[in-house]
């Protein structure tokens, strides 16, 4: 049994909870009220459970020291960051959420070992265990992270960089298309094809061209789309190019 799909597993619940599932309501409680991180620590752990369900002593325990983990690893941020402005917070956060489930995976393993019971750590599904469906885990969970997490992440950076006035329309059709460019960069890369992914650049310049003439405060403007377009073509390729030589 490979305890690197263990973790994959883990991981591709804890990415489902924390970034698709997470309505806005569940931000702006977690980042105000100890409730709120609980009610969004529980969501995550019931998502992880039904991505890698196993049923065994071994394991119930996993979900209650995710639930814990989770809880403390986000109210430690909340603390920090009330209103999750900040953007190297929010790469740390991700980060210490990744590390801590890798953590446990070793620790599993080395536990499972020392009890001669190799079978502990399976699901009740056992197909998952197959490398087609945990390269589909692994897919699923790199377009989590390209599409809504580098949202997070261009959202955090052009906020930053340039003046908030700026910006404000960034939840509405610039959100939307930064999506679409992200999924198809994200397909392209998996799939090898840089050439497609250099056509789609061109054709997003010229875009930003049109667009660009067509703006008052050009200075500004110019740098707040340069700015998301590097970022979303440059995380979306590394994201992608990183799942296709996982896979």
């Excluded at 490979?2 to 997470?22: A, C, K, P, R």
């Excluded at 500004?220 to 590394?238: E, Q, R, S």
């Amino acid at each position: 049994m490979s305890y690197e799909t263990v973790f994959v597993y883990l991981l591709l619940g804890h990415l489902i909870g924390d970034m698709v599932l997470q309505s806005n309501y569940m931000i702006r409680s977690s980042g105000q009220s100890f409730k709120g991180t609980l009610l969004h620590s529980i969501v995550v752990t019931l998502v992880t459970a039904a991505v890698y369900f196993c049923s065994k002593s071994e394991f119930i325990m996993v979900y209650v020291i995710i639930f814990i983990g989770h809880t403390m690893i986000d109210e430690v941020k909340r603390k920090l960051d009330p209103r999750n402005n900040s953007l190297k917070l929010m790469i740390v956060d991700q980060v210490v959420h990744v590390l801590f489930l890798w953590v446990l995976v070793l620790t599993l393993k080395y536990s499972i070992k020392a009890s001669s019971d190799p079978t502990a750590l399976w699901p009740h599904f056992y197909n998952l265990m197959s490398p087609v469906w945990s390269h589909k885990a692994v897919t699923l969970c790199g377009l989590i992270l390209s599409v809504q997490f580098g949202h997070n992440l261009v959202q955090k950076t052009v906020r930053k960089y340039v003046d908030k006035s700026e910006c404000k329309d960034y939840k509405g059709e610039i959100a939307i298309i930064g999506h679409m460019i992200r999924l198809m960069v994200f397909i392209f890369a998996v799939n090898g094809e840089m050439a497609a992914i250099a056509i789609l650049l061109a054709g997003k310049g010229i875009y930003d061209y049109i667009r660009y003439s067509e703006l008052k405060d050009k200075q500004v403007k110019l740098d707040y789309i340069m700015i998301g377009t590097f970022l979303n073509f440059g995380w979306a390729t590394a994201v992608g190019g990183l799942v296709d030589w996982l896979i």
